[in-house]
């Protein structure tokens, strides 16, 4: 069984910052792409920022420059840096993890969530 252990929201004023941490435990083979996803109530889950097996990262134009993706050397945690937060980014984070399973029949190509924190900026 994967599972993807969120940690690090809370609430914050404008201007300050929070790390997040997703930690992926259980019988996977490899982590292709580590996605950090935001929603708002009413919204579609939208991408924030993601890094890839070969540590190449993308973000957001909105947070571009703000926040930081990163991960521990084992691959297994990854981070999500955010800083000079804005009451706009106030959201349920969620961590999502592409990975390869490998059976005896084959390798399956599977996609895990985090359980979501909640991150409150106020202004």
């Known amino acids: 069984q994967v599972q993807l252990e969120e940690s690090g929201g809370g609430l914050v004023q404008a201007g300050g910052s929070l790390r997040l941490s997703c930690a992926v435990s259980g019988a996977i083979s490899s982590i292709n792409v580590m996605n950090w996803y935001r929603q708002v109530p009413g919204k579609q889950r939208e991408l924030v920022a993601a890094?890839?097996?070969?540590?190449?990262?993308n973000y957001d134009h909105s947070v571009k420059g703000r926040f930081t993706i990163s991960r521990d050397s084992a691959k297994t945690t990854v981070y999500l840096q955010m800083n000079s937060l804005k009451p706009e980014d106030s959201a349920v984070y969620y961590c999502?993890?592409?990975?390869?399973?490998?059976?005896?029949?084959?390798?399956?190509?599977?996609?895990?969530w985090g359980q979501g924190t909640q991150v409150t900026v106020s202004s």
């Open positions: 890094i890839t097996s070969g540590g190449s990262t």
């Open positions: 999502n993890a592409a990975v390869d399973v490998v059976t005896i029949e084959g390798t399956n190509k599977l996609e895990y």
